[in-house]
């Protein structure tokens, strides 16, 4: 059976989770940092931007803002390598990843900075007492790294260090895998917002009723590229709908 195709991000940015094939995946700080290396050296090649990351025993969990490549090809690059330094050290054979990771499209500021959110809270999830973490992108945001100035975090937080740190405070809403709708599903949603209407009434709305039913929708998963289908219109008329409702995209 064929795969099903990665969604493709409209803003270039998803977020990522690998998961170990059963095994640790660091089972030194020094893994972790050799990881890091790998992966900041492959981005840096690809002109791809690592936004957040953090790094557990069994998991890694990136937003990442594809460059030349997409984000399959950067991992392609990245986990080969440290599977190969890996098994050099610890004298062992074999897969250490599964063979595919997830991804999940981001394509509003603010699922983007919930994403980053929920990256950096996750080590008080699995027993960290504060935010800072030894391996997660969240103390070069707080020290205000130069590196990282002018990058979509910080554009997403004015551009200061004191927002970051307010916006990460928050608990995040952030679901690593949508539910996949379906027509019907939309249909139901549509019900509840709309007294009854069908998707093919939404398109004759009044623009400030049509403006809400569109951002109801694609604030509940349905994506840009399916909206503009399901109203006959191209995708950048749903942007600008979008973008007039608040939903800014990244």
């Known amino acids: ?22 095994k640790l995946i ?7 940092r050799r990881f890091l290396e790998i992966l900041k050296a492959s981005a ?23 460059g030349l490549g997409g984000i399959s090809d950067l991992m392609r690059d990245v986990l080969p390598k440290y599977t190969a330094r890996y098994n050099r050290k610890y004298s062992r054979s ?24 929920y990256i950096h809270r996750l080590p008080l999830k699995n027993g960290a007492k504060e ?17 990282l100035k002018g990058g979509t975090v910080m554009m997403l937080c004015g551009d200061s260090v004191a927002q970051f740190r307010l916006e990460m405070e928050r608990e995040s809403g952030f679901i690593v895998e949508k539910k996949s709708l379906t027509d019907a599903d939309i249909a139901e949603m549509l019900k509840e917002r709309l007294a009854g209407l069908s998707a093919q009434e939404v398109e004759n709305l009044n623009p400030e009723r049509q403006a809400d039913a569109v951002r109801y929708l694609h604030d509940r998963g349905v994506s840009i590229r399916r909206l503009a289908a399901l109203l006959g219109v191209n995708k950048s008329a749903v942007e600008r709908t979008l973008k007039a409702a608040g939903a800014e995209s990244v």
């Open 26 to 32: 660091f089972v030194e700080d020094d893994d972790c």
């Open 94 to 117: 074999g897969k250490l990843f599964y063979d595919r990771f997830k991804s999940r499209p981001l394509e509003t500021a603010e699922e983007a900075l919930d994403a980053v959110r």
């Open 131 to 147: 935010l800072r973490y030894a391996f997660s992108s969240y103390g070069a945001y707080d020290k205000g790294a130069a590196e």
């Open 1 to 22: 059976m064929a795969r099903k195709a990665r969604e493709r991000a409209e803003s270039g940015i998803y977020y990522v989770e690998i998961s170990g094939n059963n």
């Open 44 to 66: 840096e090649e690809d002109f791809a931007e690592i936004c957040a990351y953090v790094l557990l025993s069994e998991k890694i969990c990136l937003v990442v803002k594809e």
